[in-house]
Structure formats: structure tokens, C-alpha cells
């Protein structure tokens, strides 16, 4: 085949395919302007194995709250995915939505929820999540994450409060992702106590209170921590230190 006729026969394979890629796109917007949507497939992702902190009935009630439909009978092409998946990740719970059509008129909904890294409960009544990004969730009626909980004197949530240096809620929030990097404190807080800007941990087991002062150099204290744990703790047992205080440089002061 010579360099002219090849180079046609490629002309005409791309003329084609794009034809037929235009009605293929024409075929499904005209499917959607006739067709209605016969069923929603709502897939939402679990935070902890089969928990859930909304569930489909929450998110059917939403879209009917927002749009004032039900999805269902509805012309495919009065339907905006877009706006749906937009109107499903403004709820507290959702961090992502993905709606698309399949092949057979229905819906699908793909839900991923948000996953909280601490419980705020403090001494004026407020009780809320913040999750991995900082955002923050009501409690659910479904369920109860299993997290750190922090309480005493905690400064206001604001939406921008992890951009403001020196915030309280924001030294506490970068304590809370201290701790979930790090396999030992993980296991072992299992609240935090907020005054000013002052920081004590409650351990899961044993009677301590660890007095871990502000979260400057706070890997060193930590170190401190371990070695203490490691040295004092597994020769004195779990029960005799009532009171462990990591805030003065370069010491643990263990009191019983």
C-alpha cells in the first residue's frame, strides 16, 4: 500500500470513528430524554467494617428534601448528576459522591463516607467529630465511632480554625494526628483534656494522668513517655504512678 492510499484509508477510519462515536452520543442523550429512571442503587462505603453513619434511607430523604422527587419515574435527562453529587457531599457525613446512569435506566450512587479521628465534648455541651480533614460531624443515630474524646475548655470550631496558628483547637486537632501515627499512643490515649492550652492524656489502662503541658517538642516528650513506660511502668506496674508529667524539658516527673 502506498504512502497517499494509507494515509487516506486512516482519513476515513477517523471519520468513521468519530461518526460513530456522535451517534452513540446522540443515541444516549436521546435514550435519556425518553427514558425514566427505574431504580436507585445506593453503594455506600463503610467507616468500620458494616458501620455506617448514614444510611439509605437518610440519603432518599435528602435528595426528596432538596429536589422535592422522588428520582425514580423521572425523565433520565431531568436528572443532574452533577447537582446530586453536590447536594449529597454538602451533607456532614458524605466526603465524596459519584452518580452515574448504567445501562439499564437506573441510578447508582457511590457514597464514601467521612472517617472521625476525635470526639469533641467539652464543658459547655457542644459534641461533635472532627474527621481526617479537619471537618467537622454531628453524632449519628447509627453509630458511635470508637475515638479519642476530648473534653474540658475547648476553643469554638471554626470552618477555617486549621489555618490559624496558635488556635487551641487547631494544636489540638495536629495532638489527635500525632497520636494516630504513632502505634503506641494510639493504643494507649484514650481521652484528652483540654485547659487553655494545656494538654493531658488519659491512658486506656491504669490510673495516670499524663500531664503533656503544649504540644511544643512534642516527639521529645513522647521519647521521654516511652522510655519512662518502658523502664518505670514494666518494673512498677500500671496501677502505682497516678500522675506522670512530661512538661519540664529533658524530665518525667512521676508522682504516686
Known amino acids: 500500500m502506498n504512502k497517499d492510499l494509507k494515509t487516506s484509508v486512516q482519513k476515513i477510519l477517523w471519520i468513521a470513528l468519530l461518526f460513530a462515536t456522535a451517534f452513540i452520543v446522540v443515541s444516549a442523550v436521546e435514550k435519556q430524554s425518553i427514558n425514566t429512571l427505574t431504580d436507585m442503587i445506593i453503594e455506600i ?5 458494616d458501620k455506617f453513619f448514614i444510611s439509605e434511607g437518610d440519603v432518599k430523604k435528602l435528595i426528596k428534601n432538596e429536589f422535592g422527587i422522588n428520582p425514580i419515574g423521572e425523565k433520565m435527562l431531568d436528572v443532574d448528576t452533577e447537582e446530586l453529587e453536590t447536594v449529597l457531599q454538602g451533607e456532614a457525613f458524605i466526603k465524596k459522591a459519584d452518580a452515574y446512569f448504567d445501562a439499564n435506566d437506573k441510578i447508582h450512587l457511590k457514597i464514601e463516607q467521612r472517617k472521625p479521628v476525635l470526639r469533641v465534648m467539652d464543658q ?3 459534641d461533635y467529630y472532627l474527621d481526617e480533614e479537619g471537618k467537622k460531624m454531628p453524632p449519628s443515630r447509627h453509630y458511635t465511632a470508637r475515638v479519642i474524646v476530648a473534653t474540658g475548655s475547648i476553643q469554638a470550631y471554626t470552618d477555617d480554625f486549621l489555618t490559624k496558628e496558635g488556635n487551641q483547637l487547631k494544636d489540638l486537632y495536629d495532638l489527635t494526628q500525632f497520636i ?8 494507649l490515649v484514650e481521652q484528652i483534656h483540654v485547659h487553655d492550652k494545656e494538654f493531658v492524656l488519659i491512658p486506656k489502662i491504669g490510673k495516670q494522668k499524663i500531664f503533656l503541658g503544649s504540644i511544643d517538642d512534642l516527639e521529645n516528650k513522647i521519647k521521654r513517655l516511652k522510655v519512662f513506660y518502658h523502664e518505670g511502668i ?3 506496674g500500671w496501677n502505682k504512678y497516678q500522675k506522670i508529667d512530661l512538661r519540664f524539658a529533658g524530665q518525667v516527673v512521676a508522682g504516686k
Open 180 to 187: 494516630h501515627r504513632d502505634l503506641f499512643l494510639l493504643a
Open 234 to 236: 514494666a518494673r512498677e
Open 45 to 49: 462505603e463503610p467507616v468500620d467494617q
Open 124 to 126: 459547655n455541651g457542644l
